[in-house]
């Protein structure tokens, strides 16, 4: 089992700044993808950055050049730098890690933390 613990979540105003952490422990895979989903209200779970162990990344189209994804691999951890925040970047943030390989659906969630902009 793998598990994952974020952080760094809150309220903000429009066109500030968060970071989020993700922490992985337990049986990690060494090839996987590591990254950040957000749901609003009523919406469906979306992609908002992800990261693989060779620094390959996948933004949304809605935060690229506004969000940083990064991860450092000798401590399992993914990090979501957000900058230039807007209100419809509010949401849960879920942290997800998925092995390289595995069958499709295949993946572990973390709790999610919460992310208010506020206009």
């Known amino acids: 089992q793998v598990q994952l613990v974020e952080s760094g979540g809150g309220l903000v105003q429009a066109g500030g700044s968060l970071r989020l952490s993700c922490a992985a422990s337990?049986?990690?895979?060494?090839?996987?993808?590591m990254g950040w989903y957000r749901q609003a209200p009523g919406k469906q779970r979306e992609l908002v950055a992800v990261?693989?162990?060779?620094?390959?990344?996948n933004y949304a189209d809605s935060v690229k050049d506004r969000f940083t994804i990064s991860r450092d691999n000798a401590k399992n951890t993914v990090y979501l730098q957000m900058n230039s925040l807007k209100p419809e970047d509010t949401g849960v943030y879920y942290c997800?890690?998925?092995?390289?390989?595995?069958?499709?659906?295949?993946?572990?969630w973390g709790q999610g933390t919460q992310v208010t902009v506020s206009s």
């Open positions: 997800n890690l998925r092995p390289i390989g595995a069958v499709a659906g295949f993946s572990f």
């Open positions: 337990g049986s990690i895979f060494s090839r996987n993808v």
């Open positions: 990261m693989d162990n060779f620094g390959n990344t």
